[in-house]
């Protein structure tokens, strides 16, 4: 038995919590479920004022976002030294079709997509939140001979 059920929920930094929800709600279909706003860290007991957001992405899973008001403006998800296409956050969709779809959705609002790309057992689109958060859709195309 593993010792780690599932994933609780993935955290990022996001420039807006407002519209990081929205455009979340509007281009993937995920709901909003809650915010907190606090002043100070709960763990470092840091005098930061936050606010964090939790968005259902499904499967129950959660995605969260944390705006830093007080903080110096959010250059990069990624450090100078890491590459923007290596650290994503991949996300499973039912079809090629439905991937299809919502590139179709964020290319009609001028937000660039790459892809369709073929890794053979999958294909994905790529694509960036208004934070600078890479995203991947990814639908599997495998047969049962390749799993």
């Known amino acids: 038995m593993a010792l780690i059920e599932k994933i609780h929920h993935v ?3 996001c420039k807006n919590a407002k ?3 929205e455009w979340y709600q509007k281009y993937l279909d995920m709901d ?17 004022p936050y606010m964090h957001i939790f968005i259902d992405i499904g499967g129950g899973n959660i995605l969260a976002f944390f705006e830093l008001p007080t903080r110096a403006e959010m250059l990069s998800p ?3 030294n890491t590459p923007a296409w290596t650290q994503h ?4 969709v039912d079809s090629v079709d439905t991937m299809l779809k919502v590139k179709q959705k964020l290319e009609a609002d001028g937000i660039e997509v790459i892809g369709p790309t073929d890794h053979t057992i999958f294909k994905s689109i790529y694509f960036f939140d208004p934070s600078g958060h890479r ?9 049962p001979e390749m799993d």
Not at 37 to 47: G, M, R, Y
Not at 89 to 92: F, G, M, R, V
Not at 135 to 143: G, K, P, Q, V
């Open 11 to 13: 955290a990022y930094r």
């Open 19 to 21: 519209q990081t929800v």
């Open 32 to 48: 909003f479920i809650l915010a907190i706003a606090e002043n100070e860290v709960p763990s470092t007991k840091e005098p930061d």
């Open 78 to 80: 990624a450090d100078a």
């Open 89 to 92: 956050l991949a996300l499973k």
């Open 135 to 143: 995203l991947e859709l990814a639908a599997n195309t495998s047969t």
